[in-house]
């Protein structure tokens, strides 16, 4: 079992950064594969970024070369560095992890590859 905390949302303006944070219970966390998903005003909850069992990582086109996925398994923490921040990056955003073994963005950006999600946070930023 594995139950996930998301922190670090907030409003901030267009072009500037967030860092959000994932604090997870449970040892084994380590060997999930994790995730950053999202859900904007009046949108369907959406793939951000990855990172497979294997280390691997996997981004959503519309946030390559601005958001960063990165883990501290030491710190059982996921964090997701977000950069150059747009207006329709506002949503909540969701951490998830599992026990898949796929990789690749095909797999990883699928809900269905994921058991535990967190209660997700907010950011919102203004133009």
């Known amino acids: 079992q594995v139950q996930l905390a998301e922190s670090g949302g907030g409003l901030v303006q267009a072009g500037g950064s967030l860092r959000l944070s994932c604090a997870a219970s449970g040892r084994t966390f380590s060997t999930y594969a994790v995730a950053w998903f999202r859900q904007g005003p009046g949108k369907e909850r959406e793939f951000v970024a990855a990172i497979s069992r294997s280390g691997g990582t996997s981004y959503a086109d519309s946030v390559k070369d601005r958001f960063t996925i990165s883990r501290d398994n030491a710190k059982i923490l996921l964090f997701l560095q977000m950069n150059n921040l747009k207006p329709e990056d506002t949503a909540v955003y969701y951490c998830?992890?599992?026990?898949?073994?796929?990789?690749?963005?095909?797999?990883?950006?699928?809900?269905?590859?994921?058991?535990?999600w967190g209660q997700g946070t907010q950011v919102t930023v203004s133009s």
């Open positions: 998830a992890a599992g026990l898949t073994y796929h990789s690749g963005t095909y797999w990883l950006g699928r809900q269905s590859e994921y058991d535990y």
